[in-house]
T-cell receptor, first 111, second 115 residues
Framework: DAKTTQPTSMDCAEGRAANLPCNHS???????VYWYRQIHSQGPQYIIH???NNETNEMASLIITEDRKSSTLILPHATLRDTAVYYC????????????FGAGTRLFVKA | DTAVSQTPKYLVTQMGNDKSIKCEQN?????MYWYKQDSKKFLKIMFS???????INETVPNRFSPKSPDKAHLNLHINSLELGDSAVYFC??????????????FGEGSRLTVL
């Protein structure tokens, strides 16, 4: 699975958009970009994933660059409850494959 | 209904003891996993079972033995517990290989403290 690089931490004001970047320059053609988050003391939570096209769901939007070497997770209106560690992961799709978590980005949403 | 449930949530025990953590999922998934999150907060995959068959086995001491009695359950038994086994253990499940989804659904974790 391709390696990802994320900033260690970021701050965001409550109500503003949080834009979390991820670099995955060695991504392969069959690898998806997945995002998870882990709120303190809880199990990680799936947010969104994509292959080439931008994706949006009720939690977030995922913007993938045309060359697929980087992506951005967007939380459109961050709330205090979005304070968490956000993990960007690239791997082939489907269950039964290893999902390897890096250090992630610690997002602090401030009032 | 909790999708992936683990028991116990907290476990405090002495070195050298044997303990088990149980996991059950009611999502109808075929694949289940155990992850370990140590004090540095890194999540590391330990094992994965697909339809009761072991498919991922990372470099884990053989004191750790997963058991899957059916595809809805994956238990983790740890023999001769050591201080370094103290961590939070997360169970997860996902759909069978072949689908384009494969997102993981995690339990709330079981915090093991070895004294």
């Amino acid at each position: 699975d391709a390696k990802t690089t994320q900033p260690t931490s970021m701050d965001c004001a409550e109500g503003r958009a949080a834009n979390l970047p991820c670099n995955h320059s060695t991504i392969s053609g069959n690898e998806y970009v997945y995002w998870y988050r882990q709120i303190h003391s809880q199990g990680p939570q799936y947010i969104i994933h994509g292959l080439k096209n931008n994706e949006t769901n009720e939690m977030a939007s995922l913007i993938i660059t045309e060359d697929r070497k980087s992506s951005t997770l967007i939380l459109p209106h961050a709330t205090l409850r979005d304070t968490a560690v956000y993990y960007c992961i690239v791997r082939v799709g489907g269950g039964g494959f290893k999902t390897i978590f890096g250090a992630g980005t610690r997002l602090f949403v401030k009032a | 209904d909790t999708a992936v449930s683990q028991t116990p949530k907290y476990l405090v025990t002495q070195m050298g003891n044997d303990k088990s953590i149980k996991c059950e999922q009611n999502l109808g998934h075929d694949t289940m996993y155990w992850y370990k999150q140590d004090s540095k907060k890194f999540l590391k995959i330990m094992f994965s079972y697909n339809n009761k068959e072991l498919i991922i086995n990372e470099t884990v001491p053989n004191r750790f033995s997963p058991k899957s009695p059916d595809k809805a359950h994956l238990n983790l038994h740890i023999n001769s517990l050591e201080l370094g086994d103290s961590a939070v253990y997360f169970c997860a499940s996902s759909q069978a290989p072949g689908g384009a989804t494969g997102e993981l659904f995690f339990g709330e974790g079981s915090r093991l403290t070895v004294l």
